[in-house]
């Protein structure tokens, strides 16, 4: 039996598709370019990521990232927080 054949089979109610939250959390909307991000595909961006979310105020916010190629260290992480959002330009990569 496909795939295709199974889901024939089991048709149910349409999902719609998952459309992301549009509105920030909290009143500060942070831009990681402004932290040092260049989002050229060559330089590190991890750290200047990471200071955007850490100046974030204890109540939480929105940190954006434009349209660009942000290149993060495997090695490092981004260090999310609660109450906040990160909000990716659909041409972030």
């Known amino acids: 039996m496909t795939f295709g054949a199974m889901a024939k089979r089991t048709a149910g ?12 959390r909290g009143a500060t909307v942070l831009d990681v370019r402004n932290y040092g991000a260049k989002g050229d595909g060559v330089r590190d961006d991890t ?34 927080r609660s109450s906040m959002h990160l909000q990716l330009d659909p041409e972030a990569v």
Request: aromatic share 4%; no cysteine; net charge positive.
């Open 47 to 80: 750290a200047s990521i990471n200071a955007a979310i850490a100046a974030l105020p204890a109540a939480g916010g929105t940190v954006v990232v434009p349209a660009g190629r942000y290149m993060i260290d495997a090695v490092k992480s981004i260090n999310l």
């Open 13 to 24: 109610p349409s999902v719609a598709a998952y459309a992301p939250p549009t509105r920030a």
